[in-house]
Nanobody, 125 residues
Framework: QVQLVESGGGLVQAGGSLRLSCAAS????????MGWFRQAPGKQQEFVAT???????YSADSVKGRFTISRDNAKNTLYLQLNSLKPEDTAIYYC???????????????????WGQGTQVTVSS
């Protein structure tokens, strides 16, 4: 079965950095579009960044210039580099996968087929 397992979250001071990873198994990773979403306490889940199977990327305006999405198909792993973190970045971060060699930049949660369990990122001021 498909599994997406996030890691790399933690507690960091404002201005700091983290790198999140999402290890995928049970799917042909290289053919999947991947995405990151986040959910802060008391708020709806929101789109963060996406990468197509061929490597095109798109990020939400709130993280553009600070967060970078990337993938390593040889390791079946998705990454999210978080720099210049702010307290408002505090959330549970989820990775997601969408199949079918999708070349569109997917920003809605209902476009994704599989989800990880999430990793907590807490940014202190």
């Amino acid at each position: 079965q498909v599994q997406l397992v996030e890691s790399g979250g933690g507690l960091v001071q404002a201005g700091g950095s983290l790198r999140l990873s999402c290890a995928a198994s049970g799917l042909t990773f290289s053919s999947y579009a991947m995405g990151w979403f986040r959910q802060a306490p008391g708020k709806q889940q929101e789109f963060v960044a996406t990468i197509t199977w061929s490597g095109s990327t798109y990020s939400a305006d709130s993280v553009k210039g600070r967060f970078t999405i990337s993938r390593d198909n040889a390791k079946n792993t998705l990454y999210l580099q978080l720099n210049s973190l702010k307290p408002e970045d505090t959330a549970i971060y989820y990775c997601a996968a969408a199949g079918g060699y999708n070349s569109r930049l997917l920003t809605r949660r209902n476009e994704y087929d599989y989800w990880g369990q999430g990793t907590q990122v807490t940014v202190s001021s």
